[in-house]
């Protein structure tokens, strides 16, 4: 087993969020409700793997993560490589709708938008894939598609867990 004192180390911003329980149980019509500015496309029929199987009530300990700069746009594999080799696992739209429940406390600690980029959480649409965001900002919130063409970057965090240690 290791001993180490240190845990995790990071290069770019990550802030970890207080645990909270995510309901795997909701459709993904229920995670998505109750804001206004929603994408249509956000479905079930879309998204039916946003769970990966797993179903129940669950503890999260969730982190967001930023391995982009300011000026920076990289395409998704650039970003899940920064992600992996920081030891971070990248979530799903379930952990990603239940931040809707902080909206406010997120976007008054300067959190903007946050995305899942996790393995589940992706849609081959007619013109291209897709991976859902959270738009924090109060005038504008809900959730959206990003397009996998275009490159991430800017202000966007990724709802993202710790990889767990072995030994």
């Known amino acids: ?5 240190v845990v995790a180390h990071y290069t770019y911003p990550v802030i970890a969020l207080a645990p909270m329980v995510v309901d795997l149980d909701q459709t993904v019509e229920e995670m998505v409700a109750g804001l206004l500015n929603t994408n249509p496309d956000l ?3 879309h998204f039916p793997d946003c769970r990966r199987g797993r179903t129940g009530h669950g503890e999260a300990r969730l982190l967001l993560a930023r391995p982009l700069g300011d000026r920076e746009h ?3 594999e650039e970003v899940l490589r920064r992600l ?7 979530e799903d739209l379930p952990q990603l709708a239940k ?3 902080h909206a406010d406390e997120l976007w008054a600690a300067g959190v903007c938008f946050v995305a899942a980029l996790g393995a ?3 849609w081959q649409g007619p013109d291209g894939g897709y991976h859902p965001y959270l738009i924090l900002n109060p005038e504008d ?3 959206h598609l990003h397009w996998l063409e275009n490159d991430w970057g800017g202000p966007m965090w990724f709802v993202v867990s ?3 240690r072995s030994g």
Do not use: C, H
Request: glycine content about 14%.
């Open 84 to 90: 992996n080799e920081s030891g971070l696992v990248p």
């Open 43 to 45: 479905t079930s029929e």
């Open 74 to 76: 990289r395409p998704a």
């Open 162 to 164: 710790q990889r767990p």
């Open 1 to 5: 087993m290791s001993s180490g004192i």
């Open 141 to 143: 919130r809900g959730f």
């Open 99 to 101: 931040l809707k429940d």
């Open 120 to 122: 589940g959480s992706a």
